[in-house]
């Protein structure tokens, strides 16, 4: 389970502090897969980096006993500059996996062909998002945390990836970030909305679908 | 692997957490390694050879210069690995220090790996660099043995000893400038530009300090390593006992600056703008 225990984070603007999570507190359920909706720089993309310790609150505590992967995005924890087969060599590594076994998983996964050979700079967004996925599903992590990026690559790729994250649904769970309610709908068990500060839990995706259109039409 | 960094509910210290965490850092220290050195040496063929070549230059100029100057080698040292020796075991001081002052700016997006810490992609490259270094010192040595010049060492153990000196009088100015940097960028340019020409020509590379006016000689034994040149010197070569050099003063310098550079690290790394 990951919970959330008095989390705080503001940033430092033009027009002095914003606060982007405003004492939070928050369990994620066991084996649920959770959407976080919210307006665009409602802080999402800080949550989710919050979450997997990819940066620390200003205050309070992420707990969490699973092994969660990194914030997936398009290209976050990679070096461009490296081919997307010396990227697997240093995730498996750094995750005390088997090189061997994520190089191969994630070539032959992310269909890369000889691309999986060139520097990542040289790749589309798309292939990137591509590559990312690959290796974390490599990793065989209990959480995926997931930034916006299943929206890249093609159809027929996309059904691939829900295709394999439907296969590790029992023992495998998507905290996904999304502004994108297609998304949410077709990935994720339950949803959160994230607005001014505040992280609120839908147990029921439809009532939390519904909030979300009124948030999105309210005048601002 | 997140347990390890967040902490899990009970969050109690025990042995096996100890020891987990322990080979969780090492693993990701390796892979920085590896990563670093595929950056900075396997895209370019030549790259191993520039760390070569580097100090080759500086040595082949001074060896130059003095050989025309006047014929007497310095304190009765063979010319050559006089030179060598300086240049190199410099490079254990200066390239930790150059190298890891960027790394926290340069690595931000492995920061985005929960268990990848800003201590972890700064010692990851001063590590690489004192073994590049090591390597570059032993390989040079060695040539300079094959092109027959004398190269006897009288104490292996004390050039050892002053070498890491040298490194840790490094890893302290790069812990020091590396988390600096992401508040201060221009203190990078200040470490390379400012700092490092005044080093670069006071500490000893090219003379020994009985060699210069007594004036200068007392201020420019100010300068840490100009110390630990001239012990290395002392300890190398038979030829050459330094009545200047204090290994009191030099580890005094070393282990200080190191223990500053890590409190430094220790107070800006939770920083917002430093693990971003």
Redesign the interface.
Known sequence: MISLRNVNKKYRTQNGYRVVLDNVSLDFPVGKSVGILGLNGAGKSTLIRIIGDAEPPDSGSVHCDQRVSWPLGYSGGFQGNLTARENARFVARIYGESTRYVEEFTQEFSELGEYFDEPLKSYSAGMQGRFAFSVSLACNFEYYLVDEALETGDARYREKFRMAFEERRANASVILVSHNEQTIRRNCDMAAILHEGSLVLYEDLKEALFEYNILQNKPR | ???L?????DSSITPGRILAAIS?QI??I??LI??ET??RY??YKIGFLWALIEPLVGVTVFVAIFANLRNDSPSGMPLVPFMLVGFVTYALFRDPWGCMQGAISNSR????????TTFDVIIARGLLEILVSFFVLGFLLYMAHLMGFEVRVERPLGVLLVCLLLCVLGLGMGFLFASLEPLIPSIKQFGTQVMSRPLYFGSGLFFTVDTLPAAVREFLLYNPVLHMIELVRGEFFYEFETSYGSWTYASAWAFTTLAVGLLMHQAVH?S?IV??
């Not at chain 2, 960094?5 to 509910?9: D, K, L, N």
């Not at chain 2, 997006?109 to 990848?116: E, K």
């Open positions: 692997m997140n347990t960094s967040t902490g899990i509910a969780t693993r990701v390796n892979a590896l990563r595929k950056t396997g895209n997006n492995l920061l985005t790996f929960p268990q990848v939770k917002a693990k971003k």
